[in-house]
């Protein structure tokens, strides 16, 4: 029950919200023919994950998906689903982005009433530079 609790706080839960609410708007986006497409789904949460993990480009991701397991289960795929290449799910994306999916998935997050309790209107920035020091030498210790 405790785990349960905490994963409703995390941002993958409230991805889940988000898309549930999306899930409308993805019906117009499958191809009725022809090749099949990634599914905006989990292309939204392929990408998530590309974002939270840090994971540098789309190769790495694909590389990620094909032996994490944590990665498989939270996009949707078995262990027997096959990986999509590179350049499909580069194409998915820019298409996935021009559609304005990306940006409706966006507000769906904002305006959940968990993530509208986290924001905040004031202005705030952060530095983070990492000045370098050498070590001291023996006159600056005296």
């Known amino acids: 029950m ?3 609790r905490m994963w409703s706080w995390t941002p993958f839960a409230r991805a889940d919200v988000a898309l549930a609410a999306l899930s409308p708007e993805f019906e117009g986006l ?3 023919f022809g090749r099949p497409s990634i599914p905006p789904e989990r292309l939204i949460r392929a990408l998530l994950l590309q974002a939270f993990y ?9 590389e990620q998906l094909e032996y ?7 996009v949707g ?3 027997d689903d096959e990986i999509w290449d590179e ?13 304005d999916i990306a940006k409706k998935f ?13 924001l905040s209107d004031d202005h705030f920035s952060v530095d983070g530079t990492l000045i370098i020091r050498q070590p001291p030498t023996i006159q600056e210790e005296c």
């Open 2 to 4: 405790a785990a349960l």
């Open 30 to 32: 499958y191809a009725k």
């Open 54 to 62: 840090s994971v540098r480009s789309e190769a790495q991701l694909m």
């Open 68 to 74: 994490n397991l944590l990665f498989r289960w939270f």
């Open 77 to 79: 795929l078995s262990l």
């Open 87 to 99: 350049t499909v799910f580069t194409k998915n994306r820019e298409r996935l982005i021009e559609g």
């Open 106 to 118: 966006m507000t769906a997050v904002l305006d959940q009433d968990v993530v509208k309790a986290l």
